[in-house]
């Protein structure tokens, strides 16, 4: 019994080769379980239901870096928002399968990723890989002797040169002569040239092409098919802002310190329009097909501006919330509209649009319909103007307004109705709580 446990291990101890093999067969099995099995194919998520396909803006994240779980990795850009992709996971980057923009489309191999805690599984240097024999290479042979050798044999030809010049004692006006009949041939080049060249134009004349970026595509096309679709009029009208201005200057401080809010112009603007829109019911309908969709609730799209483009956030149910509820509402928008966290929900949809150009300085224009919606109202600048009050002369603080509206559904006596009441309740704005 001695000599058989003996044999046995015997044949374990003395068999190393086998043993090598064992373990270096459970190290390769243990490679493909924890490396390539474990690789995810990200791909490019759901973005809305109307969006099938997007430009890959950017990749945050290069091959070999290492992300933490929903950490962004990419942004897709779309004709309304920019999409930002998350890794599923903790790990570290293998491959990108799109280049920068690429158009790319929903489900839609984007990357892989190999899951796995920041510093398991770091790149190896190619360095440590190597043997020592290959880092002992012999460097290749300096250039800097070659090149002085060439130096020092140019120098003795140059001496010899000398020394013939010398010895035969040529002057030195033959050499010099021959260097003038060649620089006459430039000099004649270049009159020719300046004959033939055209007046130089003071200043830069460089141009820049850059590519339109989706969401501007986008906003390009629907005002191209709002003016070629809506039968669009507009007309305009004067607002005397005395009374809403002093409203605002005794109340702004109080609502600011109870509500934390900043009273403004547009809350009262949205107001008016939604009681306007109660008695003028065709001004917030639209058309579908051959029939007309009236509304009895009001989705105020307020229109934004941000660095890429002009976007429209919609004020839900906007008939129902108080002036302050509107001014956070508007201040919560704009703020994700210039952050550019908007999303498609919050822009989905508007049955009325109300745009303030006044707040960069325009005087006057006319607003194109953002379809479908049947109307658009357009803020302007505030200006000091005489008028005729009471058969007095004075001095008022004046905004003109504009109303764009498809013909095809509000005829001019609807169009200006509307707009006169808007006037109305603002220059006067204890009657919106009276309605």
């Keep these: 019994m001695v000599r058989a446990t003996d044999s046995s291990n015997e044949d374990h101890s003395a068999n190393p080769l086998r043993r090598d093999a064992a373990q270096s067969h459970t190290r390769k099995a243990k490679f493909h379980s924890s490396n390539l099995l474990q690789v995810e194919t990200v791909k490019v998520p759901q973005m809305a239901e109307s969006i099938s396909e997007g430009t890959l803006k950017s990749w945050l994240k290069q091959p070999g870096e290492f992300v933490a779980a929903d950490e962004e990795v990419a942004t897709i850009e779309t004709d309304k928002i920019d999409v930002s992709v998350n890794a599923p996971t903790a790990g570290k980057i293998t491959e990108h399968l799109a280049s920068e923009d690429d158009t790319v489309t929903v489900g839609q191999d984007l990357f892989r990723i190999e899951p796995g805690e920041g510093g398991e599984s770091k790149p190896a240097d190619s360095k440590s890989d190597q043997p020592e024999h290959e880092e002992k290479t012999p460097a290749p042979p300096e250039p800097e002797k070659e090149d002085v050798r060439k130096k020092d044999d140019l120098g003795v030809q140059e001496g010899k040169e000398k020394k013939e010049v010398k010895e035969t004692g040529k002057s030195k006006q033959e050499p010099e002569a021959k260097p003038k009949e060649k620089e006459s041939k430039p000099k004649e080049s270049k009159t020719k040239e300046s004959e033939?060249?055209?007046?130089?134009?003071?200043?830069?004349?460089?141009?820049?092409?850059?590519?339109?970026?989706?969401?501007?595509?986008?906003?390009?096309?629907?005002l191209k098919e709002s003016q070629n679709a809506a039968a669009s009029l507009t007309t305009f009208n004067e607002i005397d802002m005395s009374a809403l201005m002093e409203m605002r200057k005794k109340y702004k401080d109080e609502i600011l310190k109870e509500h934390d809010v900043k009273l403004g112009y547009m809350s009262a603007f949205a107001k008016a329009s939604c009681l306007a829109l109660k008695e003028i019911t065709a001004?917030?309908?639209?058309?579908?097909?051959?029939?007309?969709?009236?509304?009895?609730?009001?989705?105020?799209?307020?229109?934004?501006?941000?660095?890429?483009?002009?976007?429209?956030?919609?004020?839900?149910?906007?008939?129902?919330?108080?002036?302050?509820?509107?001014?956070?509402?508007?201040?919560?928008?704009?703020?994700?509209?210039?952050?550019?966290?908007?999303?498609?929900?919050?822009?989905?949809?508007?049955?009325?649009?109300?745009?303030?150009?006044?707040?960069?300085?325009?005087?006057?224009?006319?607003?194109?319909?953002?379809?479908?919606?049947?109307?658009?109202?357009?803020?302007?600048?505030?200006?000091?103007?005489?008028?005729?009050?009471?058969?007095?002369?004075?001095i008022r603080p004046i905004m003109v307004v504009a109303l764009t509206y498809d013909h095809r559904l509000l005829d001019g006596r609807e169009a200006v109705t509307f707009l006169v009441k808007v006037r109305d309740y603002l220059e006067d704005p204890r009657k919106m709580l009276l309605v």
């Design 196 to 222: 033939s060249a055209p007046p130089r134009i003071p200043g830069s004349r460089n141009e820049t092409r850059v590519k339109m970026n989706r969401m501007r595509l986008r906003i390009a096309e629907r």
């Design 283 to 394: 001004a917030n309908a639209s058309i579908e097909g051959q029939e007309i969709v009236y509304r009895d609730y009001v989705d105020l799209s307020v229109a934004v501006a941000t660095p890429k483009g002009l976007v429209t956030p919609v004020v839900r149910n906007a008939e129902s919330l108080s002036m302050i509820e509107i001014e956070r509402e508007i201040a919560s928008l704009g703020k994700k509209a210039r952050d550019g966290k908007l999303t498609i929900e919050d822009m989905a949809g508007g049955t009325f649009t109300i745009s303030n150009g006044g707040v960069f300085g325009s005087l006057y224009g006319t607003p194109i319909i953002n379809l479908p919606q049947a109307a658009v109202l357009g803020m302007h600048t505030i200006k000091e103007r005489p008028v005729v009050v009471n058969g007095q002369i004075v």
